[in-house]
């Protein structure tokens, strides 16, 4: 139809005016290799990105609010057209039956291929990936247990051994066993379980998302990834770091009071660094405290 | 019944026990107002915490007592229970009731020719269910621990082992629940038994089939819900535990519950619902738009019956997309891609009548007039509103915005400058009809600007605030790096929310005055074609005075060859 062949044809300018304001976040990234990330790392757009698969996740952002852009802005040029040439004035009058045609198919038809190649092409494959395609062992993943609670983040690593300790609930304590490891259990011995997510860059991480009370949500905003954390689940998300430095780990769904300042650092290591680091943390603590305690 | 036998019902039969179709659906409107209003006023409470975290609130922060705000500083929970509270009221006890129960109750009898509903004691039930729903929810505020707090969508486990607001809100629920299934059988028994002689399905104003429509998402998507309702009741009350897994541990207690529930079944179920409910809040606010657009723009309305097959569409496509409110509870790419197709495809009959309301602008003649500068900016919101859409449609872009501020900002582009604003349309169009006077036009157009300003302010900010990651429901942003990052355009929105309170005043004075003082006008003050304009202004009890007949399609506007613009569908054609 004549009208509608104008508007998609004009489709083509942007909302962008709006749009653009938020571009320097599109392309930003962190200009330091290594150190905290600082608010002036963050701005109106997308935060930094510090992720091997978020590059996919932002194109497919921009992508869509450059297409949005365009939709908007034909419409706009074709509503504000008709409102100055149609209004209401001596002399002028309605017509009744003015377009005889069929809806404004090549709009439409644009709209739903266009449609479809952002979910085929972009939106299908980035969340299989992200989701369903877990690296397998000889991808030489870290698996990190996160157990979310009212409102703090645990963070459980097998240790040296490589091996989870066996975990149930009678043997929680809040102060010095969060998570109920079954002291009983040798693997368990040198497990690490923290309040700080500490991991390596260029090495795929898979983490293991559940929660001990209420759903929580597993958010980290510099590395594009958020799942749930679901009591009675278990669910798994991966993904590979790409930058160091100190980030935040959110919680994006509301779980009580202090739901606001559920948050956890995320420190991103050098490969070699992260080896030291779990050296320390796996450092058999309470024996020494024992062995103190005997003395 | 004839106007003689009305005139000697009792004042309480007339006006308040009344099985009125008419007098029902105004007090939907005005019970329905009241609660937009007190939703909104809760909003601005929260904008002051969001704006100025830990800042006492000026002037009336005293006001509120210790357990909510101590020296005038919100508490987290009171701010939780104002923005469960928020939601529940404006979408269960503003927008639904004022939709269907007001404009819907009072047009469309009028609209089909009918002297009523089908059932007019089952009318009158569904509204005092409404109100004592209402009552219910209120209440709320005053038990201990304050109103529900764990968001309008009440997840568990964190809402089975909430404070007893919760089981308020549930008891709320199933009796707004109940009021909504009565109404909803009224009006398809109504559109189906009752039209006038002539008035066949595609001579229907767009309006009604948006109402019939929207009847039978709330017959098919509520009973799940008050099932849910019921069971969520079960699980606080009787130590069942539908929602709740085993081994629960609850500040480092382990939960002597039975277990073997699922937290996600709730999510299944209630947004089983709450995905038509979306329809719900933009069908009737389309059908409404569509009356005033064709009406203003003195030509009918372009590709009628495309929009009916849409609304068609839509609604049957609206029961098939609910797990995209769920993509981040573990859900697979298969699921995934089924529920993100769905979507894509719900997109396609929303443009269709979007485009088909755009386009009945082109050779049209239009009229300024305050419903229809209102009816006009529901276009462009509705669009952003949709479009926005989009990226958290797609499950991958999801996984960054989901739960986030850019959520909030979409789904209130849908409902605020967009259904609110066909509320406004709707409320100044049909005035003169309920009143037999119109309301001022000065004061209706300073409404619709400062409206139209302020609601972009308010919610523009949020696509960024969005973008940024920050979550939704934080009781201080600033908690996090980035959301001190974008703390500046959240202060934005909350000066954007007190302004748009302020300009709500015009029309607070404007509706009260122009009632009593308004210019008195005849029964078609707007060279209306539909049938609720050949009844008198107000309409007596029983409607018209002779049964009408309809003889030609909704919107005949500038027919050729006639003196007048308009040929009314009650109108005999000549020889």
């Given at each position: 139809m004549r009208i509608c062949g104008r508007t998609s044809i004009s489709a083509?300018?942007?909302m962008a005016l709006l749009f653009c304001l938020a571009t320097p976040g599109f392309a930003q990234g962190i200009a330091d290799a290594s150190g905290s990330a600082s608010?002036?790392?963050?701005?109106?757009?997308?935060p930094p990105d510090v992720s091997a698969h978020g590059h996919g996740i932002d194109q497919l952002i921009s992508i869509l609010h450059w297409f949005m852009a365009a939709l908007f802005v034909g419409w706009g040029i074709f509503f504000v057209y008709c409102l100055i040439r149609f209004?209401?004035?001596?002399g002028h009058a309605a017509v009744a039956h003015p377009v005889k045609a069929k809806p404004a198919k090549a709009l439409e038809i644009g709209v739903i291929a266009f449609e479809a190649v952002l979910l085929l092409g972009f939106s299908i494959p980035i969340w299989g990936s992200v989701k369903n395609d877990l690296p397998t062992e000889a991808d030489d993943p870290l698996r990190v247990r996160v157990i979310a609670e009212q409102f703090n983040w645990n963070f459980h690593y097998a240790g040296p051994d490589g091996a989870f300790g066996r975990t149930n609930?009678?043997?929680?304590?809040?102060?010095?066993?969060p998570i109920g490891i079954d002291p009983g259990d040798s693997a368990g011995a040198d497990d690490i379980v923290t309040g700080e997510l500490n991991l390596p860059i260029e090495r795929p991480v898979i983490c293991e998302i559940s929660s001990k009370d209420v759903i929580h949500s597993f958010s980290i905003p510099v590395m594009r990834i958020k799942q749930d954390a679901i009591p009675g689940m278990r669910i798994p998300v991966w993904f590979e770091a790409r930058k160091t430095g100190t980030f935040q780990v959110a919680c994006a769904q509301l779980c009580g009071n202090n739901h606001y300042k559920m948050l956890a650092p995320m420190v991103l290591h050098l490969p070699e660094a992260f080896a030291d680091w779990v050296r320390e943390a796996s450092a058999p603590a309470e024996e020494f405290d024992e062995d103190d305690f005997e003395d | 019944m004839s106007a003689e036998h009305d005139s000697e019902l009792s004042f309480f039969r007339r006006y308040v026990f009344s099985l009125d179709h008419k007098v029902i659906g105004v007090q939907y409107t005005v019970t329905a107002l009241c609660f937009l209003f007190f939703g909104f006023c809760l909003m601005m409470l929260m904008r002051w915490q969001l704006a100025y975290p830990g800042e006492p609130l000026p002037i009336i922060g005293s006001l509120f007592g210790e357990a909510a705000m101590p020296g005038g500083v919100m508490l987290p929970e009171f701010y939780n229970s104002l923005g469960a509270m928020h939601g529940t009221i404006m979408v269960f006890l503003g927008v639904v009731p004022i939709l269907v129960g007001g404009f819907g109750n009072y047009v469309m009898p009028l609209q089909i020719g009918a002297a009523d509903m089908a059932f007019p004691k089952l009318n009158m039930m569904s509204y005092w269910v409404y109100a004592a729903g209402g009552v219910v929810m209120l209440t709320g505020f005053f038990v201990p621990g304050g109103a529900a707090n764990s968001g309008w969508t009440s997840y568990p486990p964190l809402s089975d082992i909430a404070t007893t607001g919760q089981t308020v809100w549930l008891f709320g629920m199933v009796l707004l629940i109940t009021s909504s299934l009565l109404g909803s059988v009224n009006f398809i028994v109504t559109i189906a038994h009752l039209r006038a002689k002539g008035l066949t399905m595609f001579r229907l104003p767009f309006f009604v089939w948006a109402q019939l429509v929207t009847a039978f998402l709330l017959l098919l998507a509520f009973p799940p819900l008050e099932a849910a309702g019921v069971m969520q009741l079960m699980d606080r009350l009787a130590g069942t535990s539908f929602f709740l897994p085993t081994g629960l541990v609850v500040s480092g207690e382990v939960q002597q519950v039975s277990g073997g529930g699922s937290p996600i079944l709730w999510q299944h179920l209630f947004w089983f619902l709450a995905h038509p409910e979306v329809y719900v809040l933009i069908l009737p606010a389309m059908g409404i738009v569509a009356e005033v657009i064709a009406n203003n723009t003195r030509k009918p309305l372009w590709g009628y019956r495309a929009m009916v097959y849409s609304t068609i569409f839509l609604g049957f496509m609206s029961f098939i997309v609910w797990a995209h409110h769920m993509f981040m509870t573990g859900m697979g790419t298969t699921i995934s891609a089924f529920f993100a197709t769905t979507t894509m495809i719900i997109s396609i009959p929303s443009v269709v009548i979007l485009t088909a309301l755009l386009i009945s602008l082109y050779q049209a003649s239009i009229r300024f007039t305050v419903p229809m500068l209102f009816a006009l900016a529901f276009l462009p919101m509705f669009a952003i509103g949709g479009l926005t859409g989009l990226p958290l449609g797609l499950p991958a872009s999801d996984i960054h915005?989901?739960?986030?501020?850019y959520v909030i900002g979409h789904f209130h582009y849908v409902v605020a400058p967009g259904t609110i604003f066909a509320i406004f349309a709707g409320v100044y169009y049909w005035f003169p009809k309920v009143t037999g006077r119109m309301m001022n036009s000065a004061l209706g157009k300073a409404h619709f600007w400062g409206s139209f300003i302020f609601m972009n302010v308010v919610f523009m900010p949020m696509f960024w605030i969005g973008l940024a990651g920050v979550s939704r429901r934080l009781y201080d942003q600033t908690a996090y790096t980035h959301g001190e990052a974008v703390q500046d355009l959240t202060i934005t929105s909350s000066w954007g929310a007190w302004m748009l309170g302020v300009a709500q005043i015009p029309f607070i004075i404007n509706f009260f005055v122009s009632a009593r003082a308004g210019k008195k006008v005849a029964e078609n003050p707007w060279d209306s074609t539909t049938l609720e304009w050949s009844a008198p202004s107000p309409p007596p009890h029983g409607n018209f005075a002779t049964e009408p007949v309809v003889y030609r399609g909704p919107y005949e506007y500038s027919v050729p060859d006639r003196s007048q613009d308009f040929f009314p569908q009650f109108t005999p054609s000549e020889g």
């Open positions: 083509l300018a942007g608010v002036a790392d963050y701005g109106y757009g997308l209004r209401q004035r001596a609930p009678e043997f929680i304590s809040e102060a010095t066993n | 915005l989901h739960d986030t501020y």
